[in-house]
């Protein structure tokens, strides 16, 4: 069962008795979970109703005897547990868990009592027994990171939500601005429907104008420049850098790594890696890959290993004091640009 079909049969009255949520959306498993008990337990008996584990605190056994027990003064209720070692590899827990005791519930699982597991890991440890149970048992759920295009749709949805569009490539812009994170999205989106009012249309230049860019997004768009060889406002990003007083090594760095991804990017895409395996194997986000992938087609391999080689000697004489940090890194960027 994928997210979709899960929060339809919620939704519609039908809700599983074990959930086990995991993957590196942290903000799309909140947003579940919040949906689950808005939907489960009614908004009066939330207080009561609502119980929080912690698996390295609490063991195993004591959350099966919760969800054993009969709810007391209301209908049903929701125990939320999270884990950081059960069902991923790594972290090993301080307590001994019964787990066999979690599984032999799974098989007849009470039916006042709903289960939702949030694995703190970017995938589950598929040897695990207790993994395979749950897997045959449970409704287990994947929360990875939308690809480009999804998170465009996202972001037109929320605004949609507020009765708010967003104008033509405006979704693109505030990417650039506010990155991949769906948390700052989601914060910036509602900024910009505030500013907008019910019913108006957001534009690039609102985005401009309200939402500022982080020291990443800064340098993303420096490199979005020089690949399209827009000196001139490659050099007015690099100094507005400098105002905001970023120090030009750290600059240099970010630099060098946006052009690393795009070799990367460009070598996987030669061997016919789709973008989200591109992301999973480089540990990126798919919008990143997407658009470092745009920016490798304006360049030759050959010189993208040649502009990474002169970052790397830049690197060093500022770090020796061979050349004036500012002057080199700006000398460079001169170079390139042209």
Known sequence: MDVKSATKAIRSGDPASIYVLYGTEKYQIQQFTEMLKAQVIEEEHQDFAVIPY??????????????????????????IVRDTSLFTAGKESK????????????????????????????????????????KKQAVVLAFAPLSGEELVQWIVKLAKQREVTFDAGAADTLISYAGTELQTLSA????????AGKGGVIRRADIESLVARSTEQNVFALVEELANLRLEKALALFYELLKQREEPIKIAALIARQFRIMIQVKELGQQSYSQQQIASQL?????????????????????LRKILSH?????YQMKTGA????????????RLGA
Not at 188 to 195: A, H, R, W, Y
């Open 323 to 334: 050349v004036d940090k500012v002057l080199g890194l700006e000398l460079f960027l001169l």
């Open 283 to 303: 540990g990126l986000h798919p919008y990143a890959v997407k658009i470092a992938g745009e920016q490798a087609r304006k360049f030759e391999a050959d010189r």
């Open 54 to 79: 912690d698996l390295s605190e609490t063991p195993i056994e004591a959350v099966v005897e919760e969800a054993e027990t009969v709810p007391f003064l209301v209908p049903r209720k929701l125990i």
């Open 95 to 134: 307590i001994e868990h019964q787990v066999d005791r979690l599984i032999t519930y799974m098989d007849n699982p009470a039916d006042y009592s709903t289960i939702v597991f949030l694995a703190q890991g970017d995938k589950l440890d598929e040897r695990k027994k207790l993994v395979k149970a749950v």
């Open 311 to 315: 970052l790397s000697e830049l690197d």
């Open 188 to 195: 910036e989106v509602d900024k910009l429907c505030l500013f």
